[in-house]
């Protein structure tokens, strides 16, 4: 298969009035060099995103608003969902990746027939707070799926089309959806590949991402557990509460000879945490199966 005319590059641009005249034309005239698609998607920029996007529009070259901001996320999915090529790939509207990358992961996809590629970013000089709360969700995701990835919530990521429009409909519209894309594509065992990429400083605009993206991102991951093992959650729970139920039933039996009431009251607390666990992952499955059918 040729890479070119194979590929949508997906860009979500909110309030990049400073960056679209620099970037989006060095983009296009990348895309048109490779035979590769792009769409553009302006997010209810409150500044002059929109007029700026317009004179852009061509066959190669599709432009999508939403009348409101309606989060990142939401950005992303209104994007690839308008996607008509077997390969996209979302990069960010700041300029900070670098174009030559996404060739990169498309001749990964290809070669290996990967589902997905994550482009890695280097080693950032974020905060001591920000690296320890990207560790947590790390790890967090790691026992969730049993994998490790370094870097979730990379804006580069490159898909295989008709894979990933299977769970559009389950990801958030916030930040955190790059984070559960993944989880999600990488849950149901489809080849997901990692490659390093190139970043660039940004030189105009300033990032949206801090403490609230941190903590919208962990309730999701927390919600997406519920959705793709929601059995695990609860039978770790519940382990805990049948354990403790039958160390407390041990001493009281040592010393008094009887059971005592809070010893059974944990044991069953547990039978009932690991029922729900039984009874969530049935729903996660008819969830999902009938968003894939969407």
């Given at each position: 298969?040729?890479?070119?005319?194979?590929?949508?590059?997906?860009?979500?641009?909110?309030?990049?009035?400073?960056?679209?005249?620099?970037?989006?034309?060095?983009?296009?005239?990348?895309?048109?060099?490779?035979?590769?698609?792009?769409?553009?998607?302006?997010?209810?920029?409150?500044?002059?995103?929109?007029?700026?996007?317009?004179?852009?529009?061509?066959?190669?070259?599709?432009?999508?608003?939403?009348?409101?901001?309606?989060?990142?996320?939401?950005?992303?999915?209104?994007?690839?969902?308008?996607?008509?090529t077997e390969y996209a790939v979302t990069i960010d509207s700041?300029?900070?990746?670098?174009?030559?990358?996404?060739?990169?992961?498309?001749?990964?996809?290809?070669?290996?027939?990967?589902?997905?590629?994550?482009?890695?970013?280097?080693?950032?000089?974020?905060?001591?707070?920000?690296?320890?709360?990207?560790?947590?969700?790390?790890?967090?995701?790691?026992?969730?799926?049993?994998?490790?990835?370094?870097?979730?919530?990379?804006?580069?990521?490159?898909?295989?089309?008709?894979?990933v429009r299977d769970y559009l409909q389950l990801c958030p519209?916030?930040?955190?959806?790059?984070?559960?894309?993944?989880?999600?594509?990488?849950?149901?065992?489809?080849?997901?590949?990692?490659?390093?990429?190139?970043?660039?400083?940004?030189?105009?605009?300033?990032?949206?991402?801090?403490?609230?993206?941190?903590?919208?991102?962990?309730?999701?991951?927390?919600?997406?557990?519920?959705?793709?093992?929601?059995?695990?959650?609860?039978?770790?729970?519940?382990?805990?509460?049948?354990?403790?139920?039958?160390?407390?039933?041990?001493?009281?039996?040592?010393?008094?000879?009887?059971?005592?009431?809070?010893?059974?009251?944990?044991?069953?607390?547990?039978?009932?945490?690991?029922?729900?666990?039984?009874?969530?992952?049935?729903?996660?499955?008819?969830?999902?199966?009938?968003?894939?059918?969407?």
């Open positions: 298969m040729s890479s070119s005319s194979s590929l949508t590059v997906v860009i979500p641009c909110y309030n990049e009035a400073d960056n679209i005249p620099r970037v989006i034309p060095e983009v296009l005239a990348f895309c048109r060099e490779h035979g590769w698609r792009l769409i553009l998607v302006n997010d209810g920029s409150k500044d002059n995103s929109a007029g700026l996007l317009a004179p852009y529009a061509s066959e190669s070259c599709r432009i999508l608003t939403h009348r409101s901001n309606r989060g990142y996320g939401a950005a992303l999915k209104s994007g690839l969902a308008a996607v008509e700041d300029g900070q990746h670098d174009l030559k990358d996404v060739g990169r992961l498309l001749e990964l996809a290809v070669a290996k027939n990967a589902d997905m590629v994550v482009g890695c970013r280097p080693v950032s000089d974020s905060s001591r707070y920000r690296r320890c709360g990207k560790w947590i969700i790390r790890t967090f995701a790691a026992f969730l799926i049993g994998r490790k990835f370094r870097d979730l919530n990379s804006g580069m990521k490159l898909y295989r089309t008709d894979t519209d916030g930040m955190s959806f790059s984070d559960i894309i993944l989880l999600l594509i990488a849950s149901d065992r489809h080849l997901v590949l990692e490659e390093s990429i190139t970043i660039h400083p940004r030189t105009a605009g300033h990032s949206t991402i801090g403490l609230h993206t941190a903590k919208e991102t962990l309730f999701e991951i927390l919600n997406i557990a519920m959705l793709i093992h929601p059995q695990l959650v609860f039978s770790r729970i519940g382990t805990v509460f049948l354990l403790a139920g039958v160390a407390w039933g041990i001493r009281s039996y040592c010393y008094t000879r009887n059971l005592s009431t809070g010893s059974g009251m944990l044991l069953v607390t547990g039978c009932l945490i690991f029922m729900m666990g039984l009874l969530g992952e049935q729903v996660a499955q008819v969830r999902r199966m009938l968003a894939k059918q969407r």
